[in-house]
């Protein structure tokens, strides 16, 4: 049986299967809506660091082929195989995006959903509707990422710009594009197409029932068995996205893929913006203007495309510098005091210079870390609150309530007795909430059905639908006699703050630490209370202080988490 993910669940791989070579389904329709459903193979600072894992249409898969475009199949408008043990330890992040070719949003799609298949098998479904989104016209979906191991987060994320919001958030840049010559806008078709014949079977197509199912240590790849056949391949025209284009070489798409529907007539080429008619001038970091799509390239070497940063080491002129002088032409020097190279005048430029370094961090994670100070926690259309420390909201956009969380008469005495009472605000509705406290640190710890401890001063935020109770440490010799903390399980997210860098120790039998510098520890760790309250050593002063330790046992794996600071 399929789990099914709602918006910023997150799951281990392994969880979910036990193979490596992985099928992902993606259906999305709307009326008079196109689409091109793509896959960002994104360096370990989240970047489009090489062009060749950008996976689409026109460039149906990666260099060591571990990323796969298959077209549409089995019920799904687009398809992907995805072997993890091949992918380069360069990338760490996949992530599945959809875009509108031409004019619509988002709040138009019909239900649709995100799978993955693996064995024939379908494991995870993410599903989503035009409801849950309203201007945007690019999407991220889902993700596959790699955080010491393969994990899948059901995203949802909306863009309104488009393509050209969604390859900023990447880092990448749009190329320019030049309009069509026009003896080939005449001619109504591409310079270049294959031609009308029917195409080989795809290799990884759709399995039959008599099929039998692979062992799952030895899980091999096979697309799922749609729920209606797909429908009968018929006489189709050229495929202008066989084409060469300033991304991907000439090739045709494995298993027979079907080119997405052609774009409206008034929507402009993809990678150029909307309403602009000129071409780019020239020195933006391109040797040759481009293109459109399906044309063959005038120039040998491609400029740079989707996602390529450009070449050239310093902005061209108007992007503040000036020009550089002509072969023979003098130089006037500078005035006195400014830097060669800034334009004068520029105040508005330079003070949006100068805040560049702390705009919004970009969005599509429901916990996001603005620095490490301040978190933004996204509140979807999964209706999943989250609980704060009250005081704690900074800022807040969209249409979020707080209401006060109480903890119920016994939970009041149990906190006033424990002292892990925390005084809590439930934040509701659909919007982004920003929380700091007294400027500490801030660690979103991400839980996968596992549980950790950590006293509740240290907790700022977390996913209401994570279980949490007060744990007691028995201990002999200290007043009271034990210690308490608080256990989170489940999954979700919580926030635990600390006062300065914190340090993360594995669990040792030799493993001490102070009670009150030790922030949290893996529940499985057993913790025990190491008391050196003696008569001699307190009834006279000058004794050390240390008299209340914390020693920590558990399997290899286990860790605690001690910040340079006591409370």
Known sequence: ??????????????????????????QITGPGLTFDISCF?????????????????????????????????????????VTLDRIPA????????ATIDGAGQMSQIAPGYVRIVAGGEEVARYSFNGAEFSTERAVMLGDFYLKDVWRFAAVGQGFDGGLDALLKNFGGEVAEEEPAPAPQEAAGAPSFAPPGQATAPPAFGAPTASAPAP???????????????????????????????????????????????????????IGQVPGQTAPPPPGYGQPTAPPGYGQQPHAPTPPPGYGHQPPAPTPPPGYGQPAGPLSGQSVAPSPYGAPQGVPQGGGAQGVAAALQGYREAPTGQRWTLQNKKLIRVDLGADDQPVLARQGSMVLYQGK????????????????????????LMRCTGRGQVFLAE???????????????????????????????????????????GALFVMQFQGTGTVVVKTHGTPVVLPVTPTTFADCHAVVAWSAAAQAIVSSQVRMRYNAYPG????????????????FIVVQPFEV
């Open 215 to 269: 062992e799952p240590a030895q899980q091999n790849f096979a697309p799922p068995q749609g729920a209606t056949p797909p429908p009968a391949p018929a006489p189709a025209p050229p495929s202008v996205h066989a084409a060469q284009t300033i991304v991907a070489p000439l090739g045709t798409p494995p298993g027979g893929m079907q080119p997405p529907a052609a774009p409206s007539p008034h929507a402009p080429p």
């Open 438 to 480: 007294e400027a500490t640190h801030l660690h979103p710890i991400e839980l996968q059905g596992d549980a950790i401890c950590v006293s509740a001063e240290n907790v700022l935020a977390f996913d209401e639908r994570l279980q949490h109770e007060v744990r007691r440490i028995e201990g002999h010799g200290i007043p009271g």
């Open 400 to 423: 979020v309530e707080f209401s006060y969380k109480g903890a119920g008469f016994a939970g009041r005495i149990v906190g006033n007795a424990t002292g892990q009472e925390m005084q």
């Open 90 to 97: 360069n990338i760490q992040k996949l992530s599945f995006t």
């Open 1 to 26: 049986m399929a789990r099914e993910f709602q918006r910023g669940h997150k799951a281990r791989i392994s969880d979910l299967t036990a193979g490596t070579d992985l099928y992902v389904g993606v």
């Open 41 to 81: 193979g994104l360096d370990a600072d989240e970047r489009l660091s090489d062009d060749r894992y950008f996976v689409f249409f026109n460039q149906p898969k990666s260099p060591e082929e571990s990323i796969q475009l298959l077209g549409a199949q089995a019920g799904d408008t687009e398809s992907f195989r």
């Open 543 to 558: 004794h050390s202080g240390e008299s209340v330790n914390l020693q920590f046992r558990g399997a290899p794996g286990n």
